[in-house]
């Protein structure tokens, strides 16, 4: 079985190298093709002199390319970064600089969008574009290619670089409670034993096909493929742009395994499922599925299995709630998958009595390396806990969620809250902080709180509250402007407000978020599908 992560692919082609591995459009590709094309890929990498642990980004949608190039990464003994592509160039530009991104892996049109931001990635030595044309305008130090051109550098020969499992394999970048997103480091470890766990439980088999709709930079869309790979199942790509379009290939595929985000899921719900029998089992994370959503999807898919789980980055997956028991408790987060513990403990490490609350604390290899190069913020939040075995003498380090949750007398867990101001919304975590930044810099407000509040389908959609400048005009209209501008749609506020007088504080003089939701909490109650 797989140690190292691209062996998820290797060693599948060693057992089925015929089977299917990969559909993206009318491109279908079996193991042994897709094994050698990643194999190729690192040689290449090698030849340029990726160095071990070095970053390679992969800034496109879901294609064969970005798949080759993640795991050539890996093979070549380097880190890769999937990048979301929704995100805007200043966006982009930060996640290169802020882990030293040497290669990036990129098309054309993307490329024109981050040429002006490209010569403060001072990291940055080569640029890989998948489409045949190279753009005139190269930045002073970088060397741009094309795939094609870049693959035929490579030695007829793969030579294995000296990697284990405990080393770095991906930075996955998700947004903190203040600031800049953080890169949270995965090792090949936490990769390969996250698909087997995931696996395990959602009981995939060389014959699954598996539709990955959602990004691959979300740690829950990249695990769909990894556990595809995993079982030498069938990973189908689709870039949709409409729900229906999802039913389509759905039925075109015969997909039997699905996953989305709640917002996704209450879209689907609505759809007309007939003629729709190949769908095995779907997945639910990045939110609670809304009830009513939940039971549309029970009639009018009877015969297929609804798993709803919980998982953040910082220890890939955590938990799942069987469907068994979806009917008896729908509410739940369920119980740890298989190889991890999950516990509810109190400040001072001790653990919680059934119903308490407490902070969900997930220990086992799936607690990944830190965040990137910040020690500070990695020491809030991944902590040692007692040792479960006396006599130990070396510190176990878990992850402190920052999600407020309670154990039943069964074991099962119930989601209450956030311990911080994240707002999570369409299945992302989004920072308050960055939203600020934007309407701050359009320079109409004296304060701004940016924040979540209940939304039947997007699971809290973000409000902004503003004190305007004085004199100025048209405050709204510029803060949407910008927002459109500078953050992705998933960031997009659905809501400005503006005050006359200073923001609420708390008792330690910051405003206080917590006050301002309060006032919106229904306001969205009527969008109810």
């Not at 959602?202 to 930079?217: A, T, W």
């Not at 899921?265 to 499922?273: E, F, M, N, T």
């Not at 909490?521 to 009527?526: M, R, T, W």
Request: hydrophobic fraction near 40%.
């Amino acid at each position: 079985m797989p140690t190292l992560y691209h062996e998820l692919i290797l060693k599948s082609a060693d057992r089925s190298a015929h089977a299917v591995a990969l559909i993206d459009r009318q491109q279908q590709l079996d193991y042994a093709t897709l094994a050698n094309a990643t194999c190729s890929f690192a040689n290449a990498l090698n030849v340029h002199a990726l160095a071990r642990g070095e970053r390679l980004a992969v800034y496109l949608e879901k294609r064969t390319e970005a798949i080759i190039a993640m795991f050539g990464a890996c093979a070549a003994g380097g880190v890769f970064v999937p990048v979301n592509p929704l995100l805007k160039t200043e966006q982009v530009a930060y996640i290169l600089q802020d882990c030293n991104v040497r290669v990036l892996v990129t098309s054309v049109e993307r490329y024109k969008l981050l040429l002006s931001a490209l010569p403060s990635c001072h990291d940055l030595r080569m640029v890989i574009l998948v489409d045949d044309v190279i753009p005139l305008s190269v930045p002073p130090g970088l060397e741009v290619t094309d795939w094609q051109s870049f693959l035929t550098t490579a030695s007829n020969q793969y030579c294995y670089p000296h990697v284990i499992d405990s080393d770095m394999a991906a930075i996955l970048y998700t947004s903190g409670s203040t600031g800049k997103p953080k890169g949270v480091v995965l090792s090949h470890r936490n990769l390969v034993t996250g698909a087997k766990s995931v696996a395990q439980y959602l009981n995939n088999h060389p014959q699954d096909r598996i539709l990955s709709v959602l990004p691959l930079s979300f740690d829950y869309g990249l695990n769909q493929l990894n556990t595809a790979f995993y079982v030498g199942a069938t990973a189908v790509l689709m870039n949709y742009l409409l729900p229906r379009d999802i039913l389509n290939i759905i039925r075109q595929e015969k997909i039997t395994g699905l996953a989305a985000v709640p917002p996704l899921w209450v879209q689907l719900a609505q759809l007309d499922w007939q003629k729709t029998d190949s769908l095995r089992y779907i997945t639910n994370s990045g939110g609670a599925m809304p009830q009513a959503t939940l039971a549309r999807l029970r009639g009018v898919l009877p015969a297929t299995q609804i798993y709803l789980m919980y998982g953040l980055t910082e220890a890939f997956r955590s938990t799942f709630l069987p469907p068994d028991q979806v009917d008896k408790r729908p509410d739940s987060m369920g119980k740890a998958i298989p190889n991890a513990e999950v516990m509810v403990l109190r400040e001072d490490g001790s653990h919680c009595a059934p119903g308490e609350p407490g902070e969900l604390v997930h220990r086992g290899p799936l607690v990944s390396l830190g965040y990137w190069n910040d020690s500070d913020k990695t020491a809030m939040c991944f902590r040692p806990i007692t040792p479960r075995q006396s006599g130990l003498t070396i510190p176990e380090l878990a992850v402190w969620s920052g999600d407020t949750v309670r154990m039943d007398e069964e074991g099962y867990l119930y989601f209450i809250g956030r311990r911080d101001d994240m707002i999570k919304t369409s299945g992302y975590r989004v920072s308050p902080t960055e939203i600020e930044e934007v309407v701050y810099a359009t320079e109409t407000v004296v304060e701004a709180a940016a924040f979540g509040v209940p939304h039947p389908t997007l699971g809290q959609a973000i409000v902004v509250v503003a004190l305007p400048v004085a004199g100025a005009d048209t405050v709204k209209e510029k803060i949407f402007s910008a927002c459109k501008q500078q953050l992705p749609a998933f960031m997009q506020p659905a809501l400005v407000e503006l005050r006359q007088a200073s923001l609420p504080r708390n008792p330690n003089g910051k405003i206080d978020r917590k006050n301002l939701a309060a006032e919106f909490v229904h306001s969205f109650e009527a969008t109810q599908p």
